[in-house]
């Protein structure tokens, strides 16, 4: 039997015979089908034509009826890569996006020339933030805070896969509640808390449909959580510490005020790669 005969029959599914199909765009499909078959992008080129056993294509038509239906990628895989760092991911937590990196960049940044650095990461969801500091700084101590339990569950396991366990303390918290009274300031304090106005639009689109609805919105004006972290900030930061916080594309202006009134020197926000600001801190005088 010739190469592509497997192809040209019906009742024999295939790499490429998939690839075809409509209803998803061919790099959506071929993410999937890397992650039922276990196959890097280059076999899924170089064995494109080889039957796929029942019981895998069974297993992709079910992922792929619900990438149709809206399900991210990223909770259908398992996973997402953040900072280089690939991130177990479930519904109990958001999923990494590409413009949080910057707060990544900006802390450690910031974090440049000081030893053994404290930091501290304000709900940390799937410990992405926490874990990618922690990674590019093994010098840091980090403390990773979120007030559900599930989440933590996905940042601890996230921890141990790299190897990371004893480098960050994970702690059940409602912002800083958790934190010890005599608990040592920290050199900066980073956080992508919920900040979406309740009942935007946004909220019943796209991936954020299926993402927990406490971590992508206060339920309110979109600034309670972020007015909370800052006002909390200066007593747990060391002089000259720093808070960094995302936000969303239209806060900025409120979230420096928010900083400014709390005393914060050095007040700014940066942009992320698509112009938008995206994160807001200062410095603790």
Avoid: K
């Amino acid at each position: 039997m010739s190469p592509g005969e497997h192809d040209a029959r019906p009742d024999v599914a295939t790499v490429a015979s998939l690839l075809r199909e409509p209803g998803l765009p061919p790099p959506e499909s071929r993410i999937l089908l890397s992650h039922v078959l276990g196959w890097p992008r280059t076999q899924l080129i170089t064995r494109d034509r080889e039957p796929l056993a029942p019981e895998t294509l069974a297993v992709y038509r079910a992922l792929h009826a619900r990438r149709v239906a809206g399900e991210p990628i990223a909770y259908l895989t398992g996973s997402r890569e953040f900072f280089g760092l690939t991130l177990t991911v479930s519904p109990s937590v958001l999923i990494p996006r590409p413009e949080t990196e910057l707060l990544v960049e900006l802390a450690l940044a910031r974090l440049e020339g000081r030893r053994a650095p404290r930091v501290l990461d304000l709900g940390t969801g799937s410990g992405a933030i926490a874990l990618a500091i922690a990674h590019s700084r093994p010098d840091a101590q980090v403390t990773a805070l979120d007030r559900s339990p599930d989440a933590l569950d996905v940042a601890r396991e996230n921890a141990r896969q790299l190897g990371l366990a004893d480098r960050v303390t994970f702690l059940a918290s409602d912002w800083y509640a958790a934190l010890p009274a005599n608990e040592a300031p920290f050199d900066i304090i980073v956080s992508n808390p919920p900040y979406i106005v309740s009942g935007d639009a946004h909220l019943s689109q796209g991936d954020l449909r299926f993402e927990p609805i406490d971590a992508l919105t206060d339920h309110s004006d979109g600034l309670a959580a972020l007015r909370a972290i800052v006002a909390g900030a200066p007593s747990r930061l060391l002089p000259n510490g720093w808070l960094l916080c995302e936000h969303g594309y239209h806060q900025a202006a409120e979230v420096r005020a928010l900083c400014l009134a709390t005393g914060f020197a050095d007040v700014a926000s940066d942009r992320d790669l698509a112009g938008i600001e995206r994160t807001t801190g200062g410095r603790r005088v």
